[in-house]
């Protein structure tokens, strides 16, 4: 959460309101409930192991039991507790997730800036090299490369998904890059005699944040269900607890026809859980960044609709899902203006 | 025809670097598993298939990578993929040629579904930006997006396949039938297509749909949509041939990323359900450590998904003339 902040708060923006903007935008219900969800879960796999100290792979008799007071979650085959399974598990899902997403990122970094600000020759390589990775379909790549590995822990499963990943971030990266490297103040930096690492890190960087922590995440969510893929299928380390490794063993231990839903379901239903968390805050990125997404919530109900579709705006405006998101524009704008441009159809951007 | 031409010169080049690096990975993996393999079955191969897979694997340590890389090609051109060691001695080829086909009119037809109905309903939920449903669908259909597919996947075979008993939890046809291109055996087939062309819609529907409905957000305060409202032309015409033809361009665009993701979740669909498809039979070859199998079925795979690909970009042709204008 913390990175983010101050990701989007690095951005250097011309107007004063510029600030209050990003504020607003971090207050979206939709980043503050994705921030709320995530945070569970990386708390509950931080501190999860240490309050509840269930060993998760210690064997009992009590197999297959239903959720108790002594098993929260229940049981699995060999009477290991699933509670004790899923607080431990989430660490090596999430640090495989995050880990793999982080060095993915920042080679995706790397290629797509550098590609896109030095342009000729060198940017005709990279992205050619970037469009392979991007077509190659990972999975199968992830799976071939996992057969030959000799060992297969987090580590390696870890590596093996970033190096597979990071196209995705480079190509979206250097679009952005190709679009700002002809700004004004980039030309004016130039001009001023700056380094081209100083121009890089300084002038262009910042202002991709929002999209950098965009692929950032969505390469968690894609490195998370990889991981769990690769471990369902036995392809990671079957002894190192993960949610995919506990969802291989549930299927292997035939759980649902055994009726044991609480051994099946709770991995599958944390890797969902943690999976939108990351996409909401990715949707309210993707508003800030495109201020036309933001006004399609409340703040500008477009004429366009109201006047063509009465059928579909006679009930009263349905409580939206960023109900208490005021945009900065709209608490700034007399209403006499607002009305204005509602009226020419624009929205509030 | 110059943007046909680059995308077909691209994807040689892709095929290109997909062969090579089949072609690498084994030899740059540390140590070489390949080789005990090939110790264990020392017997009972033919010399001619012994060789094979000494060129596929680079066992042959005389041999220069060059002069490896060159057998390889001319291995791989006369569709030379070595012996299967789990479907022994089946070659290679063989066993991809067989499960091949199921695999593409599964994965062909649910994408094709997915597709259709994402983009459908992103267009009405963008036109109709700010509703409820456009409030609620999005989040429902991300929460079905980040569900592991085979989790969703084993989930609906043990409602629909072993209680409900609606549909058949496993395989790929009913084994009464006899395999061929008769209406028994094609009726047998679709029915047991149902459940996993279910749960890749389910998965996979959410990107095009929030892809789509965002795009058209974004195109719908375009400016030539308030002039073609300002015309007063029907909301219809506005929406589709306005709006929706220029909000669909980068969903086409990204066909690339995303067919990588359904087929990356298809191949775990298709090992769940047991469906006879070319995933399973990858789950089998690495479960085997069947590295001719897994080589061949990643080639296969990745010449597909880039055969899918050049249709995506034939089909941007047909929708943005811009493309075509500078022939």
Not at chain 2, 8 to 20: E, K, P, R
Not at chain 2, 269 to 275: A, L, Q
């Amino acid at each position: 959460m913390a990175a983010v902040a101050t990701a989007l708060g690095d951005a250097p923006v011309a107007e004063e309101t510029g600030r209050l903007r990003q504020i607003a935008a971090l207050r979206s219900p939709k980043i503050l409930a994705g921030f709320a969800i995530l945070a569970i879960f990386v708390l509950a796999a931080i501190i999860g192991p240490i309050v509840y100290t269930t060993d998760p792979s210690a064997l009992s008799t009590a197999a297959l039991q239903g959720p108790s007071a002594a098993h929260p979650l229940g049981t699995t085959a060999t009477g290991q507790d699933v509670l004790a399974q899923l607080l431990v598990g989430g660490r090596v899902s999430l640090f495989v997730g995050f880990v793999s997403a982080a060095i993915a990122t920042i080679i995706g970094m790397l290629v797509g800036v550098a590609g896109g600000y030095i342009a000729g020759l060198t940017d005709e390589v990279l992205s050619v090299f970037t469009n392979i990775f991007l077509v190659i379909p990972t999975l199968p790549l992830v799976i071939v490369i996992s057969g030959y590995l000799p060992s297969r822990g987090a580590v390696s499963v870890t590596l093996v998904i970033a190096i597979t990943g990071w196209a995705w971030g480079a190509r979206v990266q250097r679009a952005q890059t190709l679009s700002i490297r002809r700004r004004d103040y980039v030309t004016a930096a130039k001009a001023t005699g700056e380094g081209i690492v100083r121009i890089l890190v300084w002038e262009i960087l910042p202002n991709e944040m929002a999209i950098v922590v965009a692929g950032f995440l969505f390469t968690v969510i894609f490195a998370i269900l990889t991981q769990a893929g690769l471990a369902f299928l036995g392809l990671s380390s079957v002894s190192q607890w993960s949610w995919g490794t506990m969802l291989y063993w549930a299927q292997n231990g035939q759980a649902l026809p055994a009726g044991a839903w609480w051994w099946f379901v709770p991995p599958g239903l944390c890797i969902a859980l943690v999976g939108s968390s990351l996409a909401l805050i990715n949707f309210g990125i993707d508003e800030f960044v495109n201020p036309r997404l933001r006004a399609a919530g409340i703040t500008a109900r477009p004429t366009l609709q109201r006047r063509r579709r009465p059928g579909t705006s006679q009930a009263p405006a349905p409580p939206p899902a960023n109900a208490g998101f005021v945009s900065p524009g709209e608490r700034f704008t007399p209403v006499a203006k607002r009305e204005k441009s509602r009226q020419r159809g624009e929205g509030e951007s | 025809m110059r943007f046909l031409i680059r995308r077909v010169s691209f994807y040689i080049v892709t095929a290109w670097a997909a062969v090579t690096l089949n072609f690498l990975i084994p030899r740059l993996m540390p140590g070489n598993p390949a080789q005990i393999l090939l110790s264990r079955f020392q017997g009972r191969l033919s010399p001619n298939a012994l060789r094979s897979l000494t060129t596929l694997f680079g066992l042959n340590s005389h041999a220069s990578l060059g002069t490896q890389y060159l057998q390889y090609w001319s291995d791989l051109l006369r569709s030379n993929l070595g012996i299967s060691f789990s479907y022994f001695p089946e070659p290679v080829s063989t066993v991809i040629g067989t499960s091949m086909w199921w695999t593409i009119v599964l994965i062909g037809v649910s994408t094709i579904i997915a597709f259709v109905l994402g983009t459908v309903a992103g267009v009405m939920i963008g036109w109709h930006r700010g509703s409820r449903l456009d409030t609620y669908l999005p989040s429902a259909t991300t929460f079905l997006a980040s569900v592991p597919y085979f989790w969703l996947g084993i989930i609906t075979v043990y409602v629909f396949g072993s209680i409900l008993h609606w549909f058949p939890p496993s395989g790929g046809y009913s084994l009464s039938t006899t395999v061929g291109f008769n209406g028994s055996f094609i009726a047998s087939a679709a029915y047991h297509a149902v459940l996993p062309a279910v749960t890749i819609v389910v998965s996979s529907v959410a990107g095009w749909l929030i892809g789509m409905r965002n795009m058209m957000v974004t195109t719908l305060s375009e400016d030539y949509v308030v002039m073609a409202e300002a015309k007063g032309l029907r909301p219809r015409r506005i929406m589709y041939a306005y709006a929706a033809r220029n909000a669909i361009l980068p969903s086409l665009a990204s066909f690339a990323m995303s067919l990588g993701f359904v087929v990356s979740g298809a191949i775990l669909t298709e090992i769940v359900f047991s469906y006879p498809g070319i995933g399973y039979v990858l789950f089998l070859a690495v479960s085997n450590n069947d590295y001719p199998l897994m080589e061949g079925i990643f080639l296969v795979i990745t010449l597909a998904v880039l055969i899918a690909n050049l249709l995506a970009d034939i089909a941007y042709l047909v929708v943005d003339p811009r493309t075509r204008e500078d022939s």
